[in-house]
């Protein structure tokens, strides 16, 4: 166990609405990570973060937002959700260039 | 998309036998890794091999990687049912800030 804790576990919202998914790690690890997983395409990387304030757009990234404005913290906001961001998003966590840690995920369904 | 794929999308196989999955990315790579998931779960570590590694070992585990053929494989030797689960590949790209990705997956079932 990494420390990887994510909140909230499971979200109901409807569409238009604002959502905010918190990441909390205690490993101190530097690189932090979100990712969706939809069946048929395993995890999908949305945003990632390399340092406080530094963070990089993955490979689905449109409709996301993050920050990360403490070590321990990497928030993911959807300014304004919608169906297609049903789904179930994971944290990661890691110091160098090794494993990744990961939370036990968020699961959210926009009506 | 970055993604990889892997393959097969399924696989199922009686305890005992061996479960080999495939593996492709499209990018340069520092390391490559495997993960497990069970059940939705979050991902658990298996193995990493460094870009210039062939193959690496861990317990009833096998990895290969071709560099050449951007692809990898893992071999699960001797299944368990307890090996259960889906199985991910994760490229770690060369260069920039530790960018890490996922392939699509691997569903295994063992059957007891």
């Known amino acids: 166990d990494a420390g990887i804790t994510q909140s909230p576990r499971h979200k109901v919202t409807e569409t238009g609405t604002p959502v905010t998914l918190r990441c909390h790690q205690t490993?101190?690890?530097?690189?932090m990570y979100w990712y969706r997983q939809d069946p048929g395409h395993g995890l999908r990387l949305i945003h990632y973060?390399?340092?406080?304030?530094?963070?990089d757009k993955g490979e689905v990234s449109d409709g996301y937002s993050v920050s990360r404005s403490k070590t321990e913290d990497f928030l993911l906001t959807l300014e304004s959700a919608t169906s297609s961001q049903t789904s179930v998003y994971f944290c990661?966590?890691?110091?160098?260039?090794?494993?990744?840690?990961f939370g036990e995920g968020s699961r959210l369904t926009v009506l | 998309s970055q993604q990889g794929e892997e393959d097969p999308q399924a696989l199922s196989i009686q305890e005992g036998e061996n479960a080999t999955m495939n593996c492709s990315y499209k990018?340069?790579?520092?390391?490559l890794q495997w993960y497990r998931q069970n059940s939705g779960r979050g991902l658990v570590h298996l193995i990493l091999?460094?870009?210039?590694?062939r193959e690496k070992h861990s317990g009833r585990l096998r990895v290969t990687l071709d560099t050449s053929k951007k692809s990898s494989s893992l071999l699960i030797t001797a299944s368990r049912a307890a090996d259960t689960a889906s199985y991910f590949c994760?490229?770690?790209?060369?260069?920039?800030?530790?960018?890490?990705?996922f392939g699509t997956g691997t569903k295994l079932q063992v059957i007891p």
């Open positions: 990661a966590a890691k110091q160098g260039p090794g494993e990744l840690f």
């Open positions: 490993e101190n690890h530097r690189y």
């Open positions: 973060s390399y340092g406080v304030k530094d963070t």
């Open positions: 990018t340069s790579i520092n390391n």
């Open positions: 091999i460094r870009s210039n590694e």
């Open positions: 994760a490229s770690q790209h060369k260069g920039g800030y530790q960018k890490v990705t």
